[in-house]
């Protein structure tokens, strides 16, 4: 696997089912990425509306390719089928192609104080 020649920045919502969708495909992986918050910071949702050429989330940049409006799960078939990665039969830590319910969003605000989130891999958020 090249997982050191993939640069990712990810369009995120704080806390979003399919945003976590893909942050567990991030983790099933431990691959390294940059989160920019859309919902901490205003400037990050126009700049991934001007990249992307839509306003839906998450978007994910993976090296020169916008992936739009994505689950993790198709984030996860794009990097296979193009070859970035193997398939790992690992189960992901959280649904990959889904919405959450409130009760979801306040677990992973509770989760997120208290743990790096990232499982392995190095996550920088820019906000």
């Given at each position: 696997m090249a997982n050191e020649n993939i640069?990712?920045?990810?369009?995120l919502k704080t806390?979003?089912?399919?945003?976590?969708g893909v942050r567990a495909i991030f983790r099933k992986y431990a691959l390294d990425?940059?989160?920019?918050?859309?919902?901490?910071?205003?400037?990050?949702?126009?700049e991934m509306e001007q990249k992307s050429g839509q306003p839906?989330?998450?978007c994910v940049m993976i090296n020169d390719t916008m992936l739009a409006d994505v689950s993790g799960e198709e984030v996860?078939?794009?990097?296979?089928?193009?070859?970035l990665l193997e398939k790992?039969?690992?189960?992901?830590d959280a649904p990959i192609d889904?919405?959450?319910?409130?009760?979801q969003h306040a677990a992973m605000d509770a989760?997120?104080?208290?743990s790096g989130r990232a499982g392995g891999a190095s996550v920088r958020i820019v906000e």
């Open positions: 640069e990712i920045t990810a369009y806390f979003c089912g399919w945003s976590e990425y940059v989160e920019k918050d859309i919902i901490k910071n205003p400037a990050f949702r126009w839906l989330s998450p996860e078939a794009w990097l296979i089928d193009s070859g790992s039969d690992a189960v992901a889904s919405a959450c319910s409130d009760e989760a997120a104080r208290f």
